[in-house]
């Protein structure tokens, strides 16, 4: 899992400098996708906690302490959740990590659900990404190089 969470921040993306609220808007989204099936399992928690961990590393602060919220939203909570935390996000490169960040908790227990698909496709255009981008940053997490 260290090897997948390794790939939300790229090189490319090591320049970046994400302030505490885009960190806290980033872990939150991810965390979204955890609560849009509202089943947690262990390894998205895992997951989701080496994700707050990597951030911070990142940024050279304390780790942010992330929760799940599964169980206690629905479907239109998590949406207009989601449109709000988007507000945080100040740049593309925000953006572009939070995609990635919220792809590798949905695939973290190898069973992506069909709300969380649906979730994923939400994403998208809450970030506004073109498609073309979304492929690219699908080949950064990609395990195959």
Do not use: W
Not at 52 to 73: C, K, Q, V, Y
Not at 87 to 100: C, D, N, V
Not at 123 to 130: Q, V
């Amino acid at each position: 899992m260290n090897d997948v969470l390794s790939r939300v921040i790229t090189p490319r993306e090591r320049g970046v400098l994400l302030d505490r609220a885009e960190r806290a808007a980033i872990v939150e989204i991810a965390s979204l996708v955890i609560a849009c099936d509202r089943r947690v399992q262990p390894v998205e928690l895992e997951t989701l906690k080496g994700l707050a961990a990597l951030l911070a590393a990142h940024a050279g602060e304390p780790t942010l302490a992330p929760t799940a919220t599964a169980g206690s939203m629905n479907r239109d909570q998590v949406d207009a959740r989601l449109r709000d935390l988007v507000l945080s996000l100040r740049t593309l490169e925000a953006r572009r990590i939070a995609y990635k960040a919220a792809r590798v908790v949905a695939t973290s227990d190898r069973d992506e659900a069909d709300e969380e698909f649906e979730f994923d496709l939400e994403l998208i255009d809450a970030l506004d990404l073109p498609q073309a981008e979304v492929e690219r940053l699908l080949g950064d997490l990609s395990t195959h190089p």
